[in-house]
């Protein structure tokens, strides 16, 4: 059974950082992506950024400039430092991990809340 921590998450002042972390806990097949959703209250999930198995990562717009993905592969660990927060940015935050070969898997992890206000 794969599990995924994610912890970082808490309350900041417009302009200011937090990072996320996520770590993956259990057997896990290489060659995976790992991403980070984020859920606004009233508001679909969304993407908001993603870093592949070969490292190639991909950003929202919203966030393009401000965040950075990275993963250490060795921790199994993924994580997003996030910069110039706004109060849009509020959220919670997912963690995403997914192999989209055979085999298949799709983990998500529980959620950290983001909230970004004076």
């Known amino acids: 059974q794969v599990r995924l921590a994610e912890s970082g998450g808490g309350l900041v002042q417009p302009g200011g950082s937090l990072r996320l972390s996520c770590a993956a806990s259990g057997n896990i097949f290489s060659a995976y992506d790992m991403g980070w959703y984020r859920q606004a209250p009233g508001k679909q999930r969304e993407l908001v950024a993603i870093?592949?198995?070969?490292?190639?990562?991909n950003y929202a717009d919203s966030v393009q400039g401000r965040f950075t993905i990275s993963r250490d592969n060795a921790k199994k660990t993924v994580y997003l430092q996030m910069n110039s927060l706004k109060p849009e940015d509020t959220a919670v935050y997912y963690c995403?991990?997914?192999?989209?070969?055979?085999?298949?898997?799709?983990?998500w992890g529980q959620g950290t809340l983001v909230t970004v206000s004076e």
């Open positions: 870093v592949t198995s070969g490292g190639s990562t």
């Open positions: 995403r991990v997914v192999r989209w070969v055979v085999p298949l898997f799709d983990y």
